[in-house]
């Protein structure tokens, strides 16, 4: 698979991340399993994969984003600028990811 079809939410996620999501399907979705590999109590395995699921969730709202698609429309239609498109969509998706508690 290449990198252009793999999905946004994939790639916002930081290399760590990507093992700590392969370590999890590798241990077939136990936390208790994880917690081990990672030597880390079950509460805090539980929020690092809350986090991860709010960042993914966060990622997919970007891609669906009513706001995002007028301004990549503008932007296509030749309304507003190139830069100033990627401008507003990158300040946008920062508001977006204040989403996230930590």
Request: hydrophobic letters at 40%; proline letters at 2%.
């Amino acid at each position: 698979m290449k990198n252009e079809k793999l999905p946004r939410w994939f790639l916002d996620l930081k290399e760590e991340e990507v093992v700590f999501v392969k370590n999890f399907v590798l241990s077939s979705g136990s936390i208790k399993d994880l917690a081990e590999i990672y030597s880390m109590s079950y509460p805090t395995i539980r929020k690092r994969l809350d986090k991860l699921i709010q960042k993914i969730q966060v990622s997919d709202r970007k891609d669906n984003d009513h706001v995002v698609q007028l301004i990549n429309q503008l932007e296509k239609e030749g309304k507003i600028d190139q830069k100033i498109a990627q401008a507003v969509v990158t300040e946008y998706s920062k508001s977006l990811n204040c989403l996230i508690v930590e």
